[in-house]
């Protein structure tokens, strides 16, 4: 293990952690009540997800987004993966990885050669059926807490929507003023938990890369949008902003392609996951001569291991069964700024700057910001 890998924190501060706080908060006495992360009591609360703000960029880049550097809160983590429909999905199930089952941006269906994209998803593929468990959002609601979940429209009936954030009424809400005056409505009511999702600084990342101009324009814009919506609150209602992942920028020299690299095919039967946490799913007996060609090929490059070596180290919490062949026989986590790219099976992935999935600090720490 690199010692600049930071392990998440689940039952403490992650994600799912964040939901069960707030159910707490809200006097809910519900058994998701039992998070590590203590929150002031309140009638309401409004959980802002910025996607793709760690803790770390916000610290860099301060100057850019002063009303959030003002704000009192700490460090809390992301899941393994440090990827946007991994960690969504632990905010409204308030459920680890290794329960929840989204394991990654792409992820092998089960006792087929086929990937399910955990963002795209696949119709042949039941939401409910590959994430049963109920929603942290289903007990809160259970519990008599109006729960809403602010959004783009395109997200109302996705399967990631469907398989994490059940049990809250969707409103959807493309631009800021809009989400503004949804939230506005959702907190009147009470005890009640409004959910508000931005995935602007994220994409601006993945296109631009982080401390762009660009990038720097919308964390700006961010800012604002986060102290309008919070001067547009009852003083009673408390304001939470969180992230889903940070990001780094990966640069050509730092990145090695499997398609130039033949040995790293053998023995591979389905290349998973993304740039900066693959998953390697292995033809029968491979898995072994798997993990040891890899990290030869990568050497100090990522860390590669097992399904198993993985699990035992707590990557992705409390690992079910079911959950568990989701997984690639051999995982492999990026350092620094590497990656490890297809340009046969992903070549989108080639044309992004920014990246994120590993367990570097700027990718795993996440704001927990209290207003």
């Known amino acids: 293990m690199t010692a600049s890998f930071v392990e998440p924190a689940y039952g403490d501060r992650s994600l799912g952690d964040v939901v069960p706080a707030v159910a707490r908060a809200l006097g809910s006495d519900h058994p998701t009540s039992g998070s590590g992360l203590v929150l002031p009591e309140a009638p309401a609360y409004v959980v802002f997800?910025?996607?793709?703000?760690?803790?770390?960029?916000?610290?860099?880049?301060?100057?850019?987004?002063?009303?959030?550097?003002?704000?009192?809160?700490?460090?809390?983590?992301?899941?393994?993966?440090?990827?946007?429909?991994?960690?969504?999905?632990?905010?409204?199930?308030?459920?680890?990885?290794?329960?929840?089952?989204?394991?990654?941006?792409?992820?092998?269906?089960?006792?087929?050669?086929?990937?399910?994209?955990?963002?795209?998803?696949?119709?042949?593929?039941?939401?409910?059926?590959?994430?049963?468990?109920?929603?942290?959002?289903?007990?809160?609601?259970?519990?008599?807490?109006?729960?809403?979940?602010?959004?783009?429209?395109?997200?109302?009936?996705?399967?990631?929507?469907?398989?994490?954030?059940?049990?809250?009424?969707?409103?959807?809400?493309?631009?800021?003023?809009?989400?503004?005056?949804?939230?506005?409505?959702?907190?009147?009511?009470?005890?009640?938990?409004?959910?508000?999702?931005?995935?602007?600084?994220d994409w601006t990342g993945h296109r631009y890369g982080v401390a762009s101009a660009a990038w720097l324009q919308q964390l700006a814009m961010i800012d604002a949008e986060a102290e309008q919506m919070r001067e547009s609150l009852p003083a009673a209602v408390r304001m939470l902003v969180v992230a889903d992942h940070g990001m780094v920028d990966s640069p050509p020299e730092s990145r090695i392609d499997v398609d130039d690299e033949p040995d790293l095919r053998h023995g591979v039967s389905l290349l998973g996951g993304e740039a900066r946490f693959r998953h390697l799913y292995c033809r029968l007996g491979a898995i072994d001569d798997v993990a040891a060609t890899w990290r030869q090929v990568l050497g100090d490059r990522a860390t590669v291991l097992t399904r198993d070596q993985a699990a035992e180290r707590g990557w992705f919490g409390s690992l079910a069964p079911a959950v568990r062949p989701r997984i690639g026989d051999v995982v492999v986590a990026c350092h620094d700024d590497h990656a490890v790219l297809s340009t046969r099976d992903f070549p989108y992935e080639g044309r992004l700057i920014g990246l994120h999935g590993s367990l570097t600090a700027d990718e795993m720490r996440i704001p927990i910001l209290l207003d």
């Open 49 to 201: 997800l910025v996607d793709g703000l760690g803790h770390e960029l916000l610290a860099r880049y301060a100057h850019a987004a002063p009303y959030l550097s003002s704000l009192a809160g700490s460090a809390g983590t992301s899941g393994v993966p440090s990827t946007t429909a991994t960690s969504l999905t632990s905010l409204g199930t308030g459920l680890d990885p290794g329960q929840h089952g989204l394991v990654g941006f792409t992820a092998r269906i089960p006792g087929t050669d086929q990937l399910l994209n955990h963002l795209w998803w696949d119709k042949d593929v039941d939401p409910r059926e590959w994430q049963p468990h109920p929603t942290a959002f289903d007990a809160l609601a259970a519990a008599g807490v109006h729960v809403t979940a602010v959004n783009k429209r395109e997200f109302a009936d996705s399967g990631l929507t469907r398989a994490g954030h059940r049990g809250a009424a969707f409103v959807g809400a493309d631009k800021v003023g809009e989400r503004i005056a949804a939230v506005e409505r959702a907190v009147a009511q009470r005890p009640s938990l409004t959910y508000v999702y931005d995935g602007d600084l």
